[in-house]
């Protein structure tokens, strides 16, 4: 019997997204969203999936948000871990890929269409060049993309973990501030969840205030009622540093096939976002900055780009053209 979809995932600390995927299309289908909390192992998850659904598959794949090297699977964030071989036949599957999160979404990409994505700046997208992916959520995730021998490669790496490099007064303070309670700071310490946090607490201590213990959320919102000076400052200056940091990846490979920003934070504000610093810090490069000018940089607007991705990769995989 001829197989018509795929199992795909997006398993990251806190939920595990599960659907189908149609093998001719793309098309993805039957999503379902469960806790991570509730269940003991990511194989409990994807049994409760499949037993609850009709479609028999063969073939899954599986974006985590972990680095993946080989066989055996540890969750930064969750205490799931699990040999990928040993779950394969455990579920009875012909294949099953385990990839890193922001590998499905740089391979989502491709099969974006327009209304999946907001431009922001820069000229039209050219065909044959390298892709920059980031974006901010638990953590920062980056991944750039090429195009070779008509098929996609995605180079998944730790980017986000690079040191932070501030370039204004504002932000050398808050780097200092920021230094002293952690000691190494990388990007990531800024552009994340937690991040915004960090970025609350190193404007205000600069200024020699204590700041008040508020969460990711509590300063969004306060930012975006315009109820709290500070909260908007750093959701300012937090816009600002995702440009810069969105230029340095640009700079590294000449993404002029575009940078694209994907994770769950921006489109929580997209509307500020847009309006903010974002784009005149992304093209600050100094000597550099015509350099950039031309580069598109893309809004990920669609809701599931790893979910998406990973039935990409499999497609790809499988032997399916994606564009």
Known sequence: ?????????????????????????????????????????????????????????????????????????????????FSIEEMRQNLGLEKLFVINDFTAVSMAIPVLGEADRIQIGGDQPQPGKPIAIYGAGTGLGVAHLLQAG?????????????????????EDAVLQVMRGELGHVSAERFLSGPGLVNLYRGLVKSDGREPEALEPK??????????????????????????????????????????????????????????????????????????????PVFLITHEGPGLLGAGAYLRQAMGYRLS
Not at 242 to 267: D, K, Q, S
Request: proline share 2%; charged share 20%; with cysteine.
């Open 1 to 81: 019997m001829q197989q018509t979809h795929a199992l795909v995932g997006d398993v990251g600390g806190t939920n595990a997204r599960l659907a189908l995927c149609d093998l001719a299309s793309g098309a993805i289908t039957h999503s379902r969203t469960f806790s991570a909390a509730d269940h003991p192992s990511l194989e409990a998850v994807i049994r409760l999936y499949l037993d609850e659904s009709s479609q028999a598959v063969r073939q899954a794949c599986i974006a985590i948000a972990c680095p993946v090297q080989g066989d055996w699977v540890a969750m930064t964030n969750h205490c799931w871990e």
């Open 150 to 170: 008509g098929e996609w490669i995605s180079l998944p790496g730790e980017g986000g973990h690079v040191d932070f490099s501030s370039n204004s007064e504002e």
């Open 218 to 295: 509590d300063i969004t919102e306060r930012a975006l009622a315009d109820s709290c000076l500070d909260c908007r400052r750093t959701l300012s200056l937090f816009c600002v540093l995702m440009g810069r940091f969105g230029g340095n990846l640009a700079l590294n490979m000449g993404t002029f096939g575009g940078v694209y920003i994907a994770g769950g934070i921006v489109p929580r504000f997209q509307d500020f976002f847009l309006g903010s610093g974002f784009r005149v810090a992304f093209e600050d490069k100094g000597r550099f900055k015509s350099y950039l000018h031309g580069i």
